[in-house]
């Protein structure tokens, strides 16, 4: 079954850059998302990439895929006392017919001033 | 936008209670779910509904049920509350076919005393 893992907590200074990394175990055909939650509220989509994809980029923040080594990575540039929340990596394989998102476990992003 | 609502920020109940809690979403989406979050263990799957009146589990339906009379409404139920389903509920739409990402509510914080 399908299976996501990411480190639990991540500290950086404010300007520098981030990277969240994100491992998973299904297959080809696979969507994958970035979340992110900010305190006591719910989970907002940042972005997601398609696994015949290596990267994409929208303004600060940059998705790389690895897919021979199943992983995925969400780097932020600049990061900001803002960017600080839980950010959640979750993947769907399409082939399975599941409609429900894999989450791992979130990364606690710290951003220090 | 896309817009999910919770019918509760914060809910407190005592033990053996029966519990409702409800989810709306405006964008006539097909897919409705709901998971709980626990800290280091991410967002697990209770159960999802593809349609009115169809429903699936999830991962963790054990204590669980739901309703889905109409569209826009998915109701998770707590039949008889217990202190282990102390959690945040979040709730999510989406619509039907391949990769569509899933919109989420604020959340529920439930505590059962």
């Known amino acids: 079954g399908e299976d996501v893992e990411q480190s639990l907590f991540l500290s950086v200074r404010e300007g520098d850059s981030s990277v969240i990394n994100c491992t998973y175990t299904?297959?080809?055909?696979?969507?994958l998302y970035w979340y992110k939650q900010e305190p006591g509220a719910g989970l907002q989509l940042l972005t997601y990439i398609f696994s015949n994809m290596d990267m994409k980029q929208d303004q600060r923040l940059t998705v790389l895929l690895n897919k021979k080594d199943k992983h995925l990575s969400l780097r932020i540039a600049d990061t900001q006392t803002g960017d600080s929340a839980i950010y959640f990596c979750a993947e769907i394989d399409v082939d399975t017919g599941r409609r429900a998102l894999t989450f791992g476990s979130g990364t606690r992003l710290q951003v220090q001033p | 936008d896309v817009k999910v609502t919770q019918s509760s920020r914060y809910l407190v109940k005592r033990t053996g209670e029966k519990v409702f809690l409800e989810c709306v979403q405006d964008?006539?989406?097909?897919?409705m779910f709901w998971y709980r979050q626990d800290p280091g263990l991410g967002l697990r799957l209770i159960y999802f509904?593809?349609?009115?009146?169809?429903?699936e589990k999830g991962d963790i339906p054990e204590g669980y049920s739901v309703s889905r009379e109409k569209k826009e409404r998915f109701s998770l139920i707590l039949e008889s509350a217990s202190t282990n389903q102390t959690s945040m509920y979040l709730c999510?739409?989406?619509?039907?076919?391949?990769?569509?990402?899933?919109?989420f509510g604020p959340g529920t914080r439930l505590t059962v005393t």
């Open positions: 299904d297959s080809s055909s696979t969507y």
């Open positions: 509904s593809y349609d009115v009146k169809m429903k």
């Open positions: 964008m006539d989406h097909e897919n």
């Open positions: 999510a739409s989406s619509l039907e076919g391949r990769g569509h990402e899933q919109y």
